[in-house]
């Protein structure tokens, strides 16, 4: 397994990149606004099917612009199992102990609200609990690594690797909290974001470790269900 401050080889080709980048606000904001207003105008779009329009869209855009990337990195992972398996077993124990330190801090601050993308999460679970599961578990990690560390941190990473890491991290924190900071007009609830600094950490050394995706895919599908089977039991 390489060092993680050596030279990292970025396979995607300078149009995935582009196009990549085109989409990510696209995905980010345009998308989720866009339904939101459509389902509160039309009444006829509940929380599932909210989802699977918006995560439709990101497989569509994998599938017409990124497979060729996703099959060579997948090329990669069978040529170099071992390293491959090492930085998952290791992102897996450097996720451990920063889950560990982060449920410190919380029961230092006393009572803390649960997170509200995992309430959110899990209150249309009760309701379509196998789409939700689905997408959670499955094809969220593979939009989510394409585009937060294929498209954004491979792309700034030949530039900066500090620069890399800061704005892939910063994204990636925000992605998963600022509709709820908008729509309930509490910007304190971008604090939230903090809580995925550490999973965010991990996963990126993963892929700038191994320059393989589909190690930080299969990571990162293994932490949200391991999160959500958690999430359920503890509801």
Do not use: K
């Not at 930085?87 to 996720?95: E, N, P, Q, W």
């Amino acid at each position: 397994m390489r060092a993680g401050g050596g030279s990292f080889e970025n396979r995607m080709t300078p149009v995935q990149t582009a196009l990549g980048w085109c989409y990510f606000p696209l995905h980010f904001i345009l998308l989720p606004v866009l339904l939101r207003l459509y389902a509160a105008v039309s009444g006829t779009l509940d929380g599932a099917g909210i989802n699977l329009i918006y995560y439709g869209a990101g497989t569509a855009f994998l599938l017409f612009v990124m497979l060729p990337w996703l099959r060579d990195s997948f090329d990669l992972l069978l040529d170099r199992p071992g390293s491959c398996v090492r930085g998952i077993v290791t992102a897996a124990a450097l996720s451990f102990g920063c889950s560990l330190l982060m449920g410190l801090l919380l029961m230092a601050l006393g009572d803390v609200d649960p997170n509200p993308n995992d309430t959110e999460i899990m209150a249309q679970a009760s309701r379509d609990n196998g789409v939700i599961m689905s997408l959670a578990i499955f094809i969220g990690p593979l939009i989510e690594e394409t585009l937060f560390r294929g498209v954004v941190f491979g792309s700034l990473r030949r530039r900066s690797r500090v620069l890399a890491y800061l704005v892939s991290l910063f994204l990636f924190c925000l992605y998963h909290v600022w509709q709820y900071a908008v729509y309930n007009g509490d910007i304190t609830m971008l604090l939230y974001g903090l809580e995925y600094i550490p999973i965010g950490l991990v996963i990126t050394w993963c892929y700038e470790s191994t320059e393989c995706i589909w190690t930080t895919i299969f990571f990162h599908m293994a932490n949200n269900a391991l999160t959500f089977f958690i999430l359920q039991g503890a509801g």
